[in-house]
C-alpha cells in the first residue's frame, strides 16, 4: 500500500521514532499572557513533565536502549536547565519547537524568524549546537515557514502530516526533509481534558490509547512506513501512561524488523539514500498557496 517506501538500515521493516514535545508551562503563559500566573493547578500539570516526567522517560529509554528526540521551546530550555541535562546526557535529540509554543502562521514574516532565531540560540547555548530539527508548535506551520527553515540550515521538519513515509519539501530557499505523522499519533485527543489549554476530550485508559498507536505500528511494520509519536512529558509521561509505553517497546523489540531512532537520525539517513540516487521520494513545492485561492476572492 506504500508505493515509495525508504530502505531502512539493516533490513528493518519501520522506522520507529519516540518523539516528545516538551513544552513544560510554555503553552500556559503564550495562551493567557495576562494571568497565567494565577492558573496554578494547570501550572503544576504542565511542570510535571519537566520536573517529574522527563526523568522517568530517560530512564526508561536507557532501559531498553533507545534513543528518542525532545522538541523543545527555547523558553522551556531555559527555564528547565535540568531536564536538559538529563536529554542530553542520556544522549537524546534535542530539537526545535519554537520559543514560548508561539503560532507562527498567525505572526508576521519577521516575527516568525525572530522567535525561530531565539529559540536556536536557546538551544544552542544549553547543548553547544544548533538545532537540525523542527516541529511548530501546534503545528501552525506557515507559508514562509519552509523558506526559514532552509535559510537557517535545518536538516528536517516534523510537522506536516502528507505522507505515510519522509517526503521533501522545497522551496525557493532550499529543501528539508519532511518527518509526517497525523493526528492520531498526537497523545492529547487520547488524555487532555483541561479548561485553561481549550482542550477538552474524554480521558481515555492506557490501554484504548495504545489500541490506536498500536494499530498504526502494525500498518507501518507491515507496509514498510515510518511511525512518529507525538507525546508530551506532562501528558503521556504519567505513571500509568508511561508504564504502557514501556510495554509497547517490549513488544515492539520481541517483534523484530525496527529501526528505534531519533527524528535526526532518520532524516540523515533519508538524506543519504536520496543523495547515494537509492530512494526518490515525493517532493512537495512549498507554500501550497500564498493567497486566498481565486474562488473565495470578492469580485
Given at each position: 500500500m506504500?508505493k515509495n517506501?525508504v530502505?531502512w538500515?539493516d533490513?528493518?521493516?519501520v522506522?520507529?521514532?519516540?518523539?516528545?514535545d516538551?513544552?513544560?508551562?510554555s503553552?500556559?503563559?503564550?495562551?493567557?499572557?495576562?494571568d497565567?500566573?494565577r492558573?496554578?493547578a494547570?501550572?503544576?500539570?504542565m511542570r510535571?513533565g519537566?520536573?517529574?516526567?522527563?526523568?522517568?522517560?530517560v530512564?526508561?529509554?536507557?532501559?531498553?536502549?533507545?534513543?528518542?528526540?525532545?522538541?523543545?521551546?527555547?523558553?522551556?530550555?531555559e527555564?528547565?536547565p535540568?531536564a536538559?541535562?538529563?536529554?542530553?546526557?542520556?544522549?537524546?535529540e534535542l530539537a526545535?519547537?519554537?520559543?514560548l509554543?508561539e503560532?507562527?502562521?498567525?505572526?508576521?514574516p519577521e516575527?516568525?524568524?525572530y522567535?525561530?532565531?531565539r529559540a536556536?540560540?536557546?538551544?544552542?547555548?544549553?547543548?553547544g549546537?544548533?538545532?537540525?530539527g523542527y516541529?511548530?508548535?501546534?503545528?501552525k506551520?506557515?507559508?514562509?515557514t519552509t523558506?526559514?527553515?532552509a535559510?537557517?540550515?535545518?536538516?528536517?521538519?516534523?510537522?506536516?502530516m502528507?505522507?505515510?513515509?519522509p517526503?521533501v519539501l522545497?522551496?525557493?530557499?532550499?529543501?528539508?526533509?519532511?518527518?509526517p505523522?497525523?493526528?492520531?499519533?498526537?497523545?492529547y485527543?487520547?488524555?487532555?481534558?483541561?479548561?485553561?489549554l481549550n482542550y477538552?476530550?474524554?480521558?481515555?485508559?492506557?490501554n484504548?490509547?495504545?489500541e490506536v498507536?498500536?494499530?498504526?505500528f502494525e500498518?507501518?511494520?507491515?507496509y514498510?512506513?515510518?511511525w512518529v509519536?507525538v507525546?508530551?512529558?506532562?501528558n503521556?509521561?504519567?505513571?500509568?501512561?508511561?508504564?504502557?509505553?514501556a510495554h509497547?517497546?517490549?513488544?515492539?523489540?520481541?517483534?523484530?524488523?525496527?529501526?528505534f531512532?531519533?527524528s535526526e537520525?532518520?532524516?540523515?539517513?533519508v538524506?543519504?539514500?536520496?543523495?547515494?540516487?537509492t530512494h526518490r521520494?515525493?517532493?512537495?513545492r512549498?507554500?501550497?498557496?500564498?493567497?486566498?485561492?481565486?474562488?473565495l476572492?470578492?469580485t
Open positions: 506504500i517506501p530502505a538500515p533490513g528493518a521493516r522506522a520507529v521514532s519516540f518523539t516528545w516538551l513544552d513544560a508551562d503553552l500556559l503563559h503564550i495562551m493567557h499572557p495576562t497565567s500566573y492558573r496554578v494547570t501550572q503544576s500539570l510535571y519537566p520536573e517529574v516526567a522527563v526523568p522517568r522517560i530512564e526508561m529509554a536507557k532501559r531498553y536502549g533507545v534513543k528518542m528526540t525532545f522538541y523543545t521551546p527555547g523558553w522551556s530550555v527555564r528547565y535540568r536538559i541535562e538529563y536529554i542530553l546526557e542520556g544522549g537524546h526545535h519547537h519554537g520559543y509554543h503560532n507562527p502562521n498567525e505572526r508576521p516575527e516568525e524568524l522567535w525561530l532565531q536556536s540560540e536557546a538551544i544552542r547555548k544549553a547543548s549546537r544548533k538545532p537540525v516541529r511548530a508548535p501546534w503545528f506551520y506557515s507559508e514562509h523558506d526559514f527553515l535559510q537557517e540550515g535545518f536538516l528536517y521538519d516534523s510537522t506536516l502528507g505522507d505515510d513515509v517526503y522545497e522551496s525557493a530557499k532550499g529543501r528539508i526533509i519532511e518527518l505523522f497525523h493526528w492520531a499519533m498526537d497523545d485527543p487520547q488524555y487532555i481534558q483541561n479548561d485553561d477538552l476530550m474524554p480521558i481515555k485508559a492506557p484504548q490509547a495504545m498507536w498500536m494499530a498504526e500498518a507501518m511494520w507491515e514498510r512506513g515510518l509519536t507525546w508530551h512529558p506532562f503521556s509521561g504519567r505513571l500509568a501512561r508511561c508504564t504502557h509505553v509497547l517497546i517490549e513488544y515492539m523489540q520481541k517483534k523484530g524488523g525496527v529501526w531512532a531519533t537520525e532518520i532524516a540523515h539517513h538524506q543519504k539514500s536520496i543523495d547515494a540516487g521520494p515525493r517532493v512537495d512549498m507554500p501550497y498557496y500564498r493567497e486566498p485561492i481565486p474562488e476572492r470578492r
